[in-house]
């Protein structure tokens, strides 16, 4: 993380928090079974604003302050847990590396807010998030206020944070589309990895592994979600990640994985055949996806409603599934009547970032808001064909689903995954010379 960028969007953000001062927390270390945890991530809200790693951590803002604007709390240096656990940044490292005006021992963080709040109206927090935190913090403003008989002072107004943060958030700054297009391109290549080791008889799980195996080889730290590795009829379920069946000559493989690189997602599904070859009805189908999905990328664009790549890809798969038979009928009615979700049931996107569905409101009041640049979103159209005895056998348990990140720019879409095909000559032809 770039520490001028990070500076420049702290100074931005405490611009609009007026009168008032912000608190936060980071995440806190979750229990994984005994005394073994799972692996520490931090709160995104808190990497956005601070890039500090480390658990037991809280940021404190108070523009304009004279004595520092930006206060970190953090664990003390301590060899012997360090011996154990590893390495701290302790308060000098707060400041030295982490570009805090001052940093403290996380324990003394409520007896400095107590010093803090009296001189702001407003707090902002995440409310919500840190019930522990939001509890001590709300009834040390309530100590404050019972005080104010006596002539002390208290803020008045609690605010959330996420709106100010995460409309922030949505919008990414050089420094993130950095992050984003280095994470998407390993991500990309962890995804050619998997098509060109897979052949029947592989478990789902030994394709994540090789696919994964690259992925952290870059430097990705975890998947951003847990891979989805589906064969044959499991790709017709959503979230499915077992990724514990054999994978059968003739079945087709979707795969719904992405690297997290600096706390930055990516998230891309392709669909291939296991053997190396589309049957005739898996490439019908797969073509009916691809065309809709190129479509709805061209949609991504700065004033366009969020709708609109939705609305194009329904069109399009609606008018394919017509086309090869899937579904009878005329395209409008079956789009006016939403039979189509019988085959697609999910929306075609969402917002993209430190968090895979990353956060920022699609409404503003009642209105869907429209695209901007430096948005980034996916774009993931699909098709899933349960058995069905009203629909033709040749089409069962076909789950496809293609999926990109997309970054919005005034230039048209910006595809950041791009590094993995889609089209299925390019495909299969990966997949003989794999
Ligand atoms: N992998 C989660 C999603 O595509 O939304
Ligand atoms: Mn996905
Ligand atoms: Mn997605």
Same mark, same amino acid.
């Given at each position: 993380m770039n520490r001028k960028a990070l500076a420049r969007r702290r100074a931005e953000f405490m611009n609009m928090l007026g009168q008032g001062m912000a608190v936060l927390t980071t995440a806190k270390h979750q229990p994984r079974n005994r005394d073994v945890m799972y692996p520490f991530r931090p709160d995104s809200d808190f990497h956005y604003l601070t890039?500090? #790693? @480390? =658990?037991e951590a809280a940021a404190v803002f108070v523009p304009g302050r004279p004595g520092g604007e930006f206060i970190l709390f953090c664990r003390e240096r301590d060899p012997q847990k360090e011996l154990w656990d590893g390495r701290r940044a302790g308060v000098e490292g707060a400041v030295a590396r982490y570009g805090a005006d001052h940093a403290y021992p996380i324990d003394r963080l409520h007896e400095i807010l107590v010093e803090l709040l009296p001189d702001q109206q407003k707090v902002y927090t995440r409310m919500g998030q840190d019930p522990e935190f939001d509890s001590e913090l709300f009834s040390t403003v309530s100590n404050l206020r019972e005080k104010t008989r006596q002539g002390g002072r208290a803020p008045w107004e609690f605010v959330d944070l996420a709106h100010i943060l995460h409309e922030m958030r949505l919008i990414k700054d050089r420094d993130e589309i950095g992050i984003m297009r280095k994470a998407a391109k390993l991500a990309a290549r962890g995804h050619v990895r998997a098509m060109q080791c897979t052949r029947p008889g592989m478990y789902e799980y030994q394709v994540q592994a090789q696919m994964e195996c690259v992925f952290r080889h870059g430097g990705s730290f975890a998947p951003a979600y847990p891979s989805i590795v589906a064969g044959g009829a499991n790709a017709c379920i959503l979230h499915y990640i077992d990724n514990n069946c054999r994978l059968a000559d003739g079945d087709l493989l979707l795969i719904d994985a992405g690297a997290e690189l600096d706390c930055y997602a990516s998230d891309i599904t392709r669909t291939f055949p296991v053997n190396g070859r589309f049957s005739g009805a898996q490439r019908d189908v797969y073509e009916v996806v691809l065309a809709a999905q190129l479509a709805a990328i061209e949609a991504v &664009? =700065? @004033? &366009? #409603?969020?709708t609109d790549y939705h609305d194009v890809a329904v069109r399009t798969l609606t008018e394919g599934m017509v086309a090869i038979g899937l579904l009878e009928g005329d395209p409008d009615e079956l789009i006016e009547t939403g039979a189509y979700r019988k085959f697609y049931m999910h929306s075609t996107g969402h917002w993209l970032g430190i968090d895979v569905h990353d956060v920022g409101d699609y409404k503003i009041g009642d209105e869907w808001r429209s695209l901007e640049s430096g948005m980034v979103l996916t774009v993931e159209p699909g098709l899933y064909v349960a058995p069905d005895p009203d629909v033709d056998e040749k089409w069962h348990n076909i789950g496809i689903r293609i999926e990109d990140d997309v970054l919005v720019t005034r230039d048209g879409p910006e595809v950041l995954t791009g590094d993995v095909p889609k089209d299925p000559d390019e495909i299969e032809a990966l997949m003989v010379n794999g």
């Open positions: 890039a500090f #790693p @480390e =658990p &664009r =700065p @004033e &366009r #409603p969020v």
